[in-house]
């Protein structure tokens, strides 16, 4: 009889682990967006033109995305106990040596050690298995949504990392910041814990990929997280640039303002998890979508300061918030159990490339066809009205499960 019983699992046991994953999150995306708080000072200190500001930018979101396929799969392997703290350790050395090469003023080696800051970004597709097996499925919408708030980590970045040089200095700053990995690594390796319900995967990381490819939703997630996060990406790590070009701000004006919008995204994300298991997943990311292409064309025709642009930034953020917590509360419903981790590892990846690109764009276009990055804005209207028709129109998934869970 015990052997089959079902296991019990503590509710405090539950909020801790939710905290402690949330709390690494947070921690580790705040060394993924070192680079982007500080990219005015090495455009000046590197004489940078616009196309290499947005690629030093956004480099470290290219490992940040792709890096997350084989992450998931290790965390259906091996739990979340054993990879954030992995993890966390990885990106260490590399937060060093991107003071290395700021402090010789490289380009190539910022581009290089900047490609391996990314590891810290992959820590999203630990968290979203980790917190799904300690909650049952009707309440993933807000477990999802709580953890996905760490990526207030980016708002953490952006309003403390310029004013920690100022007070602490360049190299000290990013001393700190590896301090605080090895002091988080620790803490998630003395205090985590799986949950009693999770069980490893043991099939190869390979066919196990290629199943979560198979995977209608896989693609489906893909697409939406693509612009939700993906726009919030973008913008959280190039908004100090565009502050910069559009508005005139100084590094540390700019990224108090871009810690302003991280907020709001963040605040966003866990009210949009919650909607999900209220609403429906659908109707929440449609209101994300519209409202994100409203405020995209907004901004394009660059509204004055103070208030009608600070309004704007924030509702924007807002609106994306609200898009990446239905995107994962509709996986948490969708994706089996067993390709959880699988499945977040690509459909994060999709979000991570998704603001990979718009940095570039906006870098490539600045001051053409429209003034200021008019041209980037709008196209980023256009996407997002395209995935607003694909919300209803292309994805005709049913969730079946959820009637039966919220009777129980």
């Given at each position: 009889m015990s052997a089959t019983a079902p296991a019990v699992i503590d509710p405090r046991?539950?909020?801790?682990?939710?905290?402690?994953a949330t709390f690494a999150f947070a921690v580790t995306f705040w060394a993924w967006n070192l680079v982007?708080?500080?990219?005015?000072?090495?455009?000046?200190?590197?004489?940078l033109s616009g196309t290499q500001k947005a690629l030093l930018v956004a480099t470290p979101v290219l490992v940040g995305s792709v890096g997350r396929i084989p992450v998931g799969a290790l965390t259906d392997r091996h739990g979340g106990r054993v990879m954030f703290p992995a993890l966390t350790l990885i990106t260490v050395p590399f937060v060093l040596l991107v003071?290395?090469?700021?402090?010789?003023?490289?380009?190539?080696?910022?581009?290089?050690?900047?490609?391996?800051?990314?590891?810290?970004?992959?820590?999203?597709?630990?968290?979203i298995p980790f917190v799904n097996s300690w909650f049952e499925a009707d309440r993933r919408g807000f477990a999802t949504g709580v953890?996905?708030?760490?990526?207030?980590?980016?708002?953490?970045?952006?309003?403390?990392?310029?004013?920690?040089?100022?007070?602490?200095?360049?190299?000290?700053?990013?001393?700190?910041m590896a301090l605080a990995l090895v002091a988080t690594a620790a803490l998630c390796w003395l205090a985590m814990r799986n949950s009693p319900v999770w069980k490893?995967?043991?099939?190869?990381?390979?066919?196990?990929?290629?199943?979560?490819?198979?995977?209608?939703?896989?693609?489906?997630?893909?697409?939406?997280?693509?612009?939700?996060?993906?726009?919030?990406?973008?913008?959280?790590?190039?908004?100090?640039?565009?502050?910069k070009d559009v508005y005139s701000f100084d590094l540390t004006a700019a990224g108090t303002r871009t810690a302003g919008f991280a907020i709001a995204a963040v605040v966003a994300r866990p009210v949009g998890g919650m909607l999900s298991d209220r609403l429906g997943p659908r109707t929440v990311v449609g209101i994300s979508l519209a409202g994100t292409a409203v405020l995209a064309l907004v901004l394009a025709f660059r509204p004055p300061l103070e208030v009608p642009a600070g309004v704007s930034f924030v509702a924007i953020?807002?609106?994306?918030?609200?898009?990446?917590?239905?995107?994962?509360?509709?996986?948490?419903?969708?994706?089996?159990?067993e390709r959880v981790g699988s499945v977040t590892?690509?459909?994060?990846?999709?979000?991570?490339?998704?603001?990979?690109?718009?940095?570039?764009?906006?870098?490539?276009?600045?001051?053409?066809?429209?003034p200021g990055y008019g041209f980037g804005l709008a196209l980023l209207c256009l996407?997002?009205?395209?995935?607003?028709l694909f919300t209803y129109v292309g994805i005709r998934t049913a969730a079946p499960r959820r009637a039966t869970l919220q009777q129980r």
């Open positions: 046991d539950r909020t801790k682990n939710l905290a402690l982007g708080p500080l990219a005015v000072r090495y455009t000046d200190a590197m004489q003071a290395l090469a700021g402090n010789a003023r490289s380009f190539p080696l910022m581009l290089l050690f900047g490609f391996f800051l990314g590891i810290a970004g992959t820590t999203f597709a630990v968290g953890f996905g708030a760490g990526m207030g980590g980016t708002a953490l970045s952006a309003f403390l990392t310029p004013r920690f040089v100022t007070w602490f200095g360049y190299t000290t700053t990013h001393v700190i490893p995967n043991t099939d190869p990381v390979v066919p196990k990929l290629a199943a979560a490819l198979r995977l209608p939703v896989t693609w489906q997630m893909s697409f939406l997280y693509a612009v939700a996060f993906g726009g919030f990406v973008a913008f959280s790590t190039y908004l100090p640039t565009f502050l953020a807002f609106f994306l918030g609200l898009g990446t917590g239905g995107v994962f509360a509709w996986v948490a419903l969708q994706a089996p159990a590892g690509l459909v994060g990846a999709a979000g991570g490339l998704g603001g990979y690109f718009p940095p570039l764009v906006m870098g490539a276009t600045f001051g053409k066809v429209f996407v997002a009205l395209g995935a607003l």
